[in-house]
């Protein structure tokens, strides 16, 4: 019996080694203060706006920032749509544009949202909503957590500050966006 119990304490200390948990909030956004002064701002928007997102479908669209193999002070852009299924479910899509000169998501309202969607986005990206945060988290081949999308919303402009982690540990990238919801 005590053999039993060894083998399955080791197992699971082995599965939860393996999948590493998702925090409701993100944790060291900024890997220890490497983050530009924008990438600080957002941060900061972020965390002096304690809100879930809407779940009314809209289009967002806004500047985003990369920590990680990009260049952190070039402004890129993404579009982040929230929607329903028939059955009403609600739920996320985003698409990122790198090196564009301005926003190519600007004009994008919902037809044009629903018909870049991936199937993927419509099955599996749900939003879970904490008690002051919206996430979703995106599961790799194996089950473990390979994209997690952090956002709060102010309810007067309804501005989402939007923050990404691209896998965990030193490889992973973040990514800092400001969405405004298209007209």
């Not at 965390?47 to 809209?58: D, G, M």
């Not at 070039?74 to 329903?84: K, N, R, S, T, V």
């Amino acid at each position: 019996m005590k053999r039993l119990i060894i083998i399955l304490t080791a197992l699971w200390s082995l599965a939860s080694y393996a999948t590493p948990s998702v925090p409701e909030l993100p944790e060291d956004a900024c890997d220890s203060l490497k983050c530009t002064k924008v990438m600080k701002s957002i941060l900061s928007g972020f965390n002096n706006t304690p809100h879930v997102v809407s779940l009314e479908p809209a289009v967002y669209s806004g500047s985003c920032y990369h920590l990680g193999d990009l260049n952190p002070n070039h402004e890129h852009f993404a579009e982040l749509m929230i929607d329903q299924l028939e059955d009403g479910t609600t739920y996320f899509s985003s698409i990122f544009a790198y090196f564009y000169p301005q926003n190519p998501y600007a004009n994008w309202d919902l037809s044009k949202g629903r018909q870049e969607a991936t199937d993927y986005a419509r099955q599996n990206a749900r939003i879970k909503e904490g008690s002051d945060a919206s996430r979703v988290v995106m599961l790799n081949s194996e089950g473990a957590p390979a994209v997690v999308y952090y956002m709060r919303q102010d309810p007067e402009t309804k501005v989402i500050y939007y923050i990404t982690y691209g896998g965990f540990g030193p490889q992973s990238t973040k990514i800092f966006c400001t969405m405004s919801k298209n007209p």
